[in-house]
């Protein structure tokens, strides 16, 4: 009898994945331990492992379908052996939730896709049903969008943005024919044999005031009143497994935590000067510290002198933890990511930068493991990058509280009865009030502010 392959739970909030590309095709032999397929979660993009040896004998999800947990995948049993995909049947209805009814406990496994200016939401996902009650995979409809007008995100799977990086094809514009108008594997090889998406090809003229896009994001918004770019056409684009993820933990986290902010401003003078010295020292040897890694190692060591902070809500009581895991938030396409630096406070400020930029790259690629965006005990979220001088972060659950980040920003300041010119950063924490009181924050943002206006203190 055949074994059927279905689609596993490869995140903890997984509920749906996008089958991105078959790595076998129908009739292949395959043993266990071999990579069947690319699975696009709601986190990542990962392998499809098989577990059983034999032949495939039946493809039940083509590429580029949205597919249930728990449904069928595929089949392998022995050469020549007949298959059929599995009835689906109707799911029962879900029962109607309870007013008084508490939320899902939020695992430090939940801290995977993270809050930040906008944070999400999560439900706990429900267990698969038997097979025969299982749903079968539901392809993305097949008609294409067009390809993105100028200065608009575009919507491209990771292995699809690879590849066109790899055969210098300009993914803006490529015509999409994935779910929601995403760009595919498919739709980078026919643009390829077309020849009219290669870079430096001829390309429609655009307005030279109209700025190019970065991330997604236009710099400067306010150009289109001065070059009139006509806005695109009503639309409305079907929800990504990760934004969706984001919708139900921002929902979750806004209306069961109850968030207080606190703010505090930062002498960034002393650490601009260390990080310049450092970098200037250190730069033969392949080492740029951010601000961003002092703050991180700031965070830890703050942690570790006022540990009830690293701590989260439990309906039992108040969960204080052992270990200080950072996590520091990461956009990335159609949402953002949370990888975690485990045992932050134990590793110095040039490991956390090698590590820290290691994670965030491979979590733009989606080529993070579970273990690495999840356990996080505390979050950093840093827009002063962006430009942005200050903002209240969500929470991440099960954290406690989320430290966000604002950029260095010179402005007159008074210094020994004169005003000089100084360099100052925002810092604001928002808190679980049910964990985290007034003082006991307070207390925490002075620890971080004493360790970042004596960042040497943060290199013993």
Known sequence: MANIIEMPKLSDTMTTGTLVKWLKKEGDAVKTGDMLAEVETDKA??????????TLLKIFAPAGAQVALGAPLAAIGKPGEKVDAPAPAKAPPAPPAKSDEKPAPADQEKSGTTPTAKTEAQAQPAKAAPAADRPAATPAPAAPTAAAAPGERVRI???????????SIDPARVTGTGPGGRIVRADVLAAEKSGSAKLGAAAPARSAAAPAARGGIDPWPWRSVLDQTPLPADSTVALSNMRATIARRLVESKTSIPHFYLEIEVDAAPLTALRNQLNLGLGARGVKLSVN?????ASAAALRAVPKVNAAWDQAGIKFLSAIHVSFAVAIEDGLITPVIRDTDKKSVVDLSREAKDLGKRAKEKKLAPAEFTGGTFCVSNLGMMGIERFSAIINPPNAAILAVGTTVRKPVVQDDAIVIGERMALTLSCDHRVVDGALGAQFLNAVKAHLEQPALLLL
């Open 45 to 54: 993009t990962m392998e499809l492992e098989s577990f059983f040896d034999g």
């Open 157 to 167: 799977s990771p292995l699809a943005r690879k590849l066109a990086a790899d055969k």
């Open 293 to 297: 890694d002092f703050v991180l190692k």
